[in-house]
């Protein structure tokens, strides 16, 4: 049984994010998606609120394995001891990503080194995506349909209306 976790900020969760854990399904046997709280990015949506949206968003998501989503706070390597993790997934979209995500890896190996980091690239047409450009796109009332699955689209296109409404 082999078990991975995929942490994120999960900001919202995107179309991106979602083919990351369809392809981590035929890999792995269980998948942990750990929410992390990550204050310093000041979240749109509290911990809580990414864990509820991803869960019913997974509902339809065409997977293999054994799907958790949880919020977590401290290190990943901590979580991943704790949960017995085989690996941490990430994605990778694009060069740029890479050195960051080295950094995070090697760190990660260094704290814990039963863990390794699988990288899984995207689909091309998701390379483009974050969680930050959805906001923006929202925040604009632009039309984030083909970013996030509908669920999302609604909740993060009724707290800019709300937000626009208040100014
Ligand atoms: N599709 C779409 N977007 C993607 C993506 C994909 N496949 N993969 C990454 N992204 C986006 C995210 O939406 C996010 O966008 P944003 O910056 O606009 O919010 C960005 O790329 C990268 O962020 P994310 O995947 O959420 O990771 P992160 O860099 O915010 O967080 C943690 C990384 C939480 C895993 C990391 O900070 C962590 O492990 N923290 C715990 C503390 C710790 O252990 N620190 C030591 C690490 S060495």
């Known amino acids: 049984m082999k078990t991975a976790i995929y942490p994120g900020t999960f900001d919202p969760i995107t179309y991106g994010h979602l083919d990351i854990i369809?392809?981590?399904?035929?890999?792995?046997?269980?998948?942990?998606?750990?929410?992390?709280?990550?204050?310093?990015?000041?979240?749109?949506?509290?911990?809580?609120?990414?864990?509820?949206?991803?869960?019913?968003?997974?509902?339809?998501?065409?997977?293999?394995?054994?799907?958790?989503?949880?919020?977590?706070?401290?290190?990943?390597?901590?979580?991943?001891?704790?949960?017995?993790?085989?690996?941490?997934?990430?994605?990778?979209?694009?060069?740029?990503?890479?050195?960051y995500e080295l950094q995070m890896a090697l760190v990660n190996r260094r704290l814990y080194p039963k863990v390794s980091t699988v990288f899984l690239m995207p689909h091309e047409k998701y390379t483009y995506l974050n969680s930050s450009i959805v906001k923006e796109v929202a925040s604009f009332g632009g039309d984030i349909e083909n970013f996030v699955p509908p669920l999302v689209r609604e909740t993060i296109e009724n707290i800019y209306k709300q937000k626009r409404k208040k100014r």
């Open 22 to 99: 369809e392809r981590a399904s035929r890999l792995f046997d269980k998948i942990i998606i750990t929410v992390a709280q990550n204050p310093t990015k000041s979240p749109l949506l509290s911990a809580e609120e990414r864990v509820e949206l991803i869960r019913k968003v997974l509902v339809d998501v065409d997977v293999d394995a054994t799907l958790i989503v949880e919020p977590f706070e401290g290190l990943i390597v901590d979580f991943a001891r704790k949960r017995k993790a085989d690996a941490i997934i990430r994605g990778l979209r694009a060069i740029s990503d890479f050195e």
